[in-house]
């Protein structure tokens, strides 16, 4: 553990009030405890610090019975992204489901009792949502995580969202800016680039960001992106030209004019912490406008706080870090801090009337239904669930339960379920999808089979294996929960645009020929 040379309080407590740390543990530990009495002002939470509403609901008691301020964050996108929900999957679809539907109304519904169920467990800051204009289909980590590849209907989403979220005391953090729809590369593992010129930022990236910051967002969420048009060498997160020169700029100089809370994306994410550590990087990002630093999802003790604390005290005294630069980034997250104290809590939402079917009515429309050559027959049966199972995107975890196997078994008793991955169709001794395809249908004897599948477009294996499993059992259901690209043939193909728990249960409906369009 490192110890702070004796000095400024006033600089020590704002160097601890632009932290967002995580913590291990349903309860917050001692440390935690402490440090809010030192000054750090906000906590992050994770799957990991949830059990139940109640058990949500006393933690963040617990934390603002330390500090009344305290900003309680977490990362709830709905949908595939979800921290409450992590061990059930998510009661709410995600953005490219509410896309779908393209009604801005709904949108903000799902979003207003979203905040209200955080609200209600004390959570009053939510890294969501996610503005991304999802331009390239192959982009490993956005996906269904994002409204559209529309800018324009990803951004009436977005602005409806924010303006959702913040009436139940909730502040929003639009993310990620300046946009990281047109990556190859997931930031958690690698720094992406992208090579759009500045016109076309303009008209793609920035259009859902002008938008949030019009409806009035609380907070925006950095990048992880090297954009050489705007900064040849530095990513956003740590571009001055990116923070102060485009997202703070009065709109009259072509910036977007935002004056709230600038938040980094999680600093130990390999697109920072591999070039830079994340002292370093948490200095780069303070001093390029940053207001808060993310850190916590993977680093989550009492001595990463102190060893960001105390790089962030030595650049000031060094004259790295201007200290009226940190003075300013920790006055932001108080501010914000004292909005949520009066507008957030418990309290914010007494007057909102919980809307429990508004996620499920929503997956219902999201739903998009190609029938097949012949009158679809539901199962009157058991049936058998074959599931293809990429590798997790780190930010949805593979932790999160998805697919429409639960349900069908609910459904229809007896139903059973196998999951495929990589491995089984091209790994050594996997004799590939003639093999594999093979074993499903021994094990389906005269059971009516249900394909799931995650971005079949991005995974030629994925592609390969429903191939052959069409070809041989032409009456199997495709149910496509990532980015739907066109159709295979089949019995019946079904869209959910998402993973979330009521995307399956929808899916699941309309595959026993219950409800369908909500």
């Known amino acids: 553990m490192t110890t702070l040379a004796r000095g400024s309080d006033t600089l020590t407590r704002d160097a601890l009030a632009v932290l967002q740390p995580g913590f291990t543990g349903t309860t917050a530990p001692d440390w935690l405890l402490r440090r809010l009495g030192e000054g750090l002002t906000s906590v992050g939470l994770f799957g990991r610090n949830i059990t139940s509403p109640e058990q949500l609901a006393a933690l963040t008691a617990q934390l ?21 929900e992590v061990r059930t999957g998510s009661s709410f679809p995600g953005n490219l489901a509410l896309g779908a539907v393209d009604d801005t109304a709904l949108t903000q519904a799902v979003a207003r009792e979203l905040g209200r169920r955080l609200a209600e467990c004390g959570v009053n800051l939510n890294w969501a949502p996610s503005a991304d204009v999802n331009s390239n289909p192959d982009n490993p980590v956005i996906g269904v995580r994002s409204f559209g590849a529309d800018p324009h209907l990803v951004a009436r989403h977005t602005a409806a969202y924010v303006r959702g979220l913040q009436a139940a005391g909730v502040a929003a953090c639009t993310k990620h800016f300046p946009g990281h729809g047109d990556t190859a590369v997931d930031s958690h593992h690698a720094l992406p680039r992208i090579d759009a010129d500045l016109d076309t930022l303009t008209t793609r990236e920035l259009v859902p960001f002008r938008a949030a910051v019009a409806a009035g967002t609380k907070a925006v969420m950095s990048a992880h992106i090297l954009l050489p048009a705007l900064d040849p060498a530095r990513p956003a997160t740590l571009s001055p030209a990116a923070l102060h020169g485009l997202l703070r700029a009065p709109v009259t100089e072509g910036g977007l004019g935002f004056e709230g ?5 999680g600093m130990e994410m390999r697109a920072i912490s591999a070039a830079y550590g994340i002292e370093r990087g948490s200095v780069l990002a303070i001093a390029a406008g940053a207001d808060a630093i993310c850190v ?56 909102i009337a919980p809307a429990p079917e508004a996620g499920l009515r929503a997956a219902r429309r999201a739903l998009r239904i190609t029938p097949g050559a012949q009158p679809y027959q539901p199962p009157t049966g058991p049936a058998f669930v074959a599931a293809f199972t990429p590798v997790a995107n ?3 975890g593979d932790e999160t339960p998805w697919g429409v196997a639960a349900e069908l078994a609910r459904l229809l008793p007896g139903t059973a379920t196998a999951t495929y991955g990589r491995d089984e169709v ?16 021994a094990d389906t004897a005269d059971r009516r089979i249900v394909a799931v599948v995650r971005d079949v477009h991005r995974h030629a294996w994925m592609a ?24 295979p043939s089949g019995a019946l193909h079904i869209a959910t645009h998402g993973a979330a728990r009521v995307c399956g249960l929808a899916a699941a409906e309309v595959i026993t020929g219950g409800v369908a369009g909500g």
């Open 64 to 84: 603002r019975a330390e500090r009344a301020d305290v900003l309680v964050a977490i990362d709830e996108e709905g949908g595939d992204v979800t921290r409450m």
């Open 426 to 441: 091209q790994g050594p001794g996997a004799g590939g999808a003639p093999a594999l395809i093979a074993n499903v249908l």
């Open 464 to 487: 390969d294996a429903l191939d052959a499993l069409l070809a041989a059992r032409p009456d199997t259901v495709v149910v496509e929960m990532g980015v739907p690209q066109a159709p």
């Open 296 to 351: 916590g999802g993977g680093l989550a003790d009492e001595d990463t706080v102190l060893r960001l604390r105390d790089a962030l005290v030595a650049a000031v005294r060094a004259g790295e870090l201007p200290e009226a630069r940190l003075a300013d980034a920790a006055a932001r997250v108080r501010a914000l801090g004292d909005w949520a104290r009066h507008a957030g809590g418990p309290g914010a939402v007494e007057g």
């Open 394 to 396: 780190i930010a949805v």
């Open 261 to 265: 809370l600038v938040v980094t994306d």
